[in-house]
T-cell receptor
Framework: LAKTTQPISMDSYEGQEVNITCSHNNIATNDYITWYQQFPSQGPRFIIQGYKTKVTNEVASLFIPADRKSSTLSLPRVSLSDTAVYYCLVGDETYNQGGKLIFGQGTELSVKP | DAGVIQSPRHEVTEMGQEVTLRCKPISGHDYLFWYRQTMMRGLELLIYFNNNVPIDDSGMPEDRFSAKMPNASFSTLKIQPSEPRDSAVYFC???????????FGPGTRLTVT
């Protein structure tokens, strides 16, 4: 399973754009890149998933370069409520290949007023 | 849909007692997962089921832990006998056909004294 490396913590201010980069140098051909968000005292919540290039939804954007060895989660105009831990995961989408989610330490994002 | 439902939300028990955690997955989801989260070890996958059948239990820490899924709408995680080091938040999650998009419950905070 591909290992991911991401910053332990980040600070930001309300209204700013936040970019969290994740390294996954040994990503496999079948692997997808997925990001989760976890608020204190809650379970993780799926944010976004991508395979290559750029993916955007109502919450965030995910940028994946051509070599797929890293990815960047972009949160536009963060608010205090975006304070959470963000996890980057890499893995096969299909269960029949033994795929399963392996959570690392995540990035603790703190948004200040 | 009410999402993944877990009970109890909090459990305090004494060492040596049996503990049973319960989970109701989202209707129609074929996969069910049990995770454990602690400050020291982060979020760990314990076991997951597909169509009520256990597929991967390699994360179950020891024989004191057991999990069952008697039907598509109910699963239990049992610890017998419990020990203080089992204190953690236990999450249940479910998903449809994809590994990477899982829906987590609110968790059960277990304290073993």
């Amino acid at each position: 399973l591909a290992k991911t490396t991401q910053p332990i913590s980040m600070d930001s201010y309300e209204g700013q754009e936040v970019n969290i980069t994740c390294s996954h140098n040994n990503i496999a051909t079948n692997d997808y890149i997925t990001w989760y968000q976890q608020f204190p005292s809650q379970g993780p919540r799926f944010i976004i998933q991508g395979y290559k290039t750029k993916v955007t939804n109502e919450v965030a954007s995910l940028f994946i370069p051509a070599d797929r060895k890293s990815s960047t989660l972009s949160l536009p105009r963060v608010s205090l409520s975006d304070t959470a831990v963000y996890y980057c995961l890499v893995g096969d989408e299909t269960y029949n290949q033994g795929g399963k989610l392996i959570f690392g330490q995540g990035t603790e994002l703190s948004v200040k007023p | 849909d009410a999402g993944v439902i877990q009970s109890p939300r909090h459990e305090v028990t004494e060492m040596g007692q049996e503990v049973t955690l319960r989970c109701k997955p989202i209707s129609g989801h074929d996969y069910l997962f049990w995770y454990r989260q602690t400050m020291m070890r982060g979020l760990e996958l314990l076991i997951y089921f597909n169509n009520n059948v256990p597929i991967d239990d390699s994360g179950m820490p020891e024989d004191r832990f057991s999990a069952k899924m008697p039907n598509a709408s109910f699963s239990t995680l049992k610890i017998q006998p419990s020990e203080p080091r089992d204190s953690a938040v236990y999450f249940c999650a479910s998903s449809g056909t994809g590994v990477n998009e899982q829906y987590f419950g609110p968790g059960t905070r277990l304290t073993v004294t």
